[in-house]
């Protein structure tokens, strides 16, 4: 603090209760604090403990500089040689096979359909960008499993047949949106030809019964 | 009216996302309209201007925990689905199964899936095999091609037509289609090797009591088996899905005690035309084990989901390149 705001802060704590006991306290405080260093300070450990333990602290430092040189030096022969094992295997493979034309190369990977229902924390994942995704820790295959989870109808009969099912197969179909229309579900024409899953229930005679629509 | 609202925008959510600023300028979205018209049983009648063609993904899941044992047979199970268009043309497919189970009761279905339900297949019909064998709670779903086989989950339980309301309650039943299935264990839900975990409401159709009626047809013999006949009609009142008209839907179903299996069906919808199910050459006797196990250079895989998202995958370059 200056001098001349100290000064008054201390004019003020004349004219102020409140803040002389406060200044008081912190004076009180300092003293016992600069008191307790000076004791502190005369506190010192035997010489024979002092080098007992600089002699191991060298020692230990010595040995894990050593295998450090040794790591680094192997490593960075493995990825030398490593390199012209590549480069000899080019050499002789490249006059065999041409480089891929530059369509091939630019091929695109095409991912498998992605869930239908996005889960909070993939929305939170995609509004923090890319940098956030390299941040987040692996999922574990619980929580993957449950964000591929699907919102689907109940069954919706194909045939109305009074005996009931006792075997059969459920098989996933794709089909455009327009078949929803079949069974009484409007349909937006701008949309109709677009692919939506449906899983059909079998049965034991092969033919569908029900089918129950999945998003 | 709900229900189907609700369903609506279940799956319309993502193209109205689409055309929201159409509908932000005043524009009105415009749904298809399906003009259902009613006649009699029998009558054929395709709703869309264009026969509707699906892709098969896969084989989700087995159901079925009661095995018809020492009644062995094997037979080619042949489905003709006749679709008439608006404008009087005629669409129809005709496919075969190899059909047979040993007295185990283990079962073996090969087909080639050609259609399914009122969907032609859209590419290339796929070939597949099911083998379930119900006593030892195992099912598989077979490619030739890949030479991949899928075990799949195999749930215990039954498909039927429930029935809620009563009489009392003005006299209508709400039927919708609803199932009582035992996951199979390790799985939470029917399907949940495909991780479905929730449902929705689907459109229950009214019907009151005299709007299902079922009648014997007596004995008729199939290819030397005897079998019962029923014949049961459903009519769907003007209104229940947004027709103008009752829809009728008949079934006719010949049971053989013998074999404990249909022999022949008929299936007549409006909707979805004509299907005519029936067994010929149907051979009684044993089978040969190795039908029902999966060859040796067969590999086996227990997870359906890459397969299925891999298939996906595949459709949509193909898609993407045409």
New interface residues.
């Given amino acids: 603090m200056e001098p001349a705001a100290q000064g008054e802060a201390a004019a003020h704590a004349k004219t102020c209760t409140r803040c002389a006991r406060r200044l008081a306290n912190e004076q009180n405080l300092s003293a016992v604090m600069a008191s307790a260093v000076r004791e502190d300070s005369r506190r010192l450990a035997p010489a024979a403990v002092e080098q007992t333990l600089l002699a191991e602290f060298r020692k230990q430092h010595a040995g894990s500089n050593r295998q450090r040189t040794w790591s680094s030096r192997a490593g960075v022969g493995a990825i030398a040689a490593a390199l012209i094992v590549a480069a000899i295997v080019g050499l002789r493979r490249a006059p065999e096979q041409p480089a891929p034309p530059i369509k091939q190369a630019e091929a695109r990977v095409t991912l498998p359909e992605s869930p239908v229902i996005a889960t909070s924390a993939a929305v939170a994942s995609k509004s923090h960008g890319r940098a956030s995704q390299r941040k987040a820790p692996r999922k574990p295959a619980s929580e993957l499993l449950a964000a591929q989870r699907e919102v689907m109808t109940d069954f919706i009969p194909i045939v109305y047949d009074p005996e009931p099912i006792e075997r059969g197969q459920i098989v996933r179909i794709r089909l455009p949106r327009a078949a929803l229309a079949t069974f009484g579900i409007p349909v937006n024409e701008e949309h109709a030809e677009e692919a939506i899953r449906a899983d059909v229930l079998l049965g034991e005679d092969g033919l569908a019964r029900a089918v129950r629509f999945v998003k | 009216m709900t229900t189907?609202l609700v369903?609506?925008a279940?799956?319309?959510m993502?193209?109205?996302a689409?055309?929201a600023k159409a509908q932000e300028a005043g524009a009105v979205?415009?749904?298809?309209e399906?003009h259902a018209i009613a006649g009699a049983p029998g009558d054929l009648m395709m709703?869309?201007p264009e026969p509707?063609?699906?892709?098969?993904?896969?084989?989700?899941?087995?159901?079925?925990d009661?095995p018809v044992k020492g009644a062995p047979y094997s037979a080619e199970?042949v489905?003709e689905t006749t679709q008439m268009l608006a404008d009087g043309n005629r669409i129809t497919h005709k496919s075969n199964?190899s059909v047979c189970r040993d007295s185990a009761g283990r079962?073996r279905?090969e087909?080639t899936i050609s259609a399914?339900?009122?969907?032609a297949t859209g590419g290339d019909a796929p070939k597949v095999i099911?083998i379930?064998d119900?006593a030892a709670g195992t099912?598989y779903?077979l490619d030739p091609q890949a030479h991949v086989a899928h075990k799949?989950p195999m749930g215990k339980g039954?498909?039927?037509?429930r029935q809620t309301g009563s009489a009392a309650s003005g006299g209508q039943k709400n039927?919708?289609?609803?199932?009582v299935v035992t996951p199979p264990s390790g799985v939470a839900e029917?399907?949940g090797a495909?991780?479905?975990?929730?449902?929705?409401?689907?459109?229950g159709?009214k019907l009151s009591e005299a709007d299902?009626k079922?009648e014997s047809l007596g004995k008729q013999t199939f290819e030397g088996v005897e079998a019962e006949g029923t014949r049961?009609t459903?009519t769907m009142a003007a209104g229940?899905?947004?027709?103008e008209m009752p829809i009728s839907?008949v079934?006719e179903?010949w049971y053989s005690a013998e074999l404990q299996?249909?022999v022949m069906?008929k299936?007549s919808?409006p909707?979805?035309g004509e299907?005519v199910?029936r067994l010929t050459n149907i051979q009684r006797g044993e089978q040969p084990a190795s039908l029902f196990e999966v060859p040796s250079d067969y590999t086996v895989t227990e997870n359906e989901?890459p397969p299925?998202?891999?298939k996906?995958?595949m459709?949509?370059?193909a898609d993407?390149g045409k």
Avoid at chain 2, 29 to 32: L, M, T
Avoid at chain 2, 52 to 64: H, N, P, R, V, W
Avoid at chain 2, 175 to 179: D, E, K, S
């Fill in positions: 189907r369903l609506a279940f799956f319309g993502a193209a109205m689409g055309s979205v415009i749904h298809k399906v709703v869309h509707i063609t699906m892709d098969f993904l896969g084989a989700e899941m087995s159901f079925g009661k199970a489905t199964a079962t279905r087909e399914m339900g009122p969907w099911f379930q119900p099912a779903h799949m039954t498909f039927f037509f039927m919708t289609f609803q199932r029917v399907s495909m991780g479905a975990v929730a449902t929705l409401a689907a459109p159709t299902v079922t049961s459903v229940s899905i947004g027709n839907s079934t179903r299996t249909v069906s299936r919808d909707r979805f299907t199910y989901l299925l998202n891999k996906l995958q459709i949509k370059q993407e």
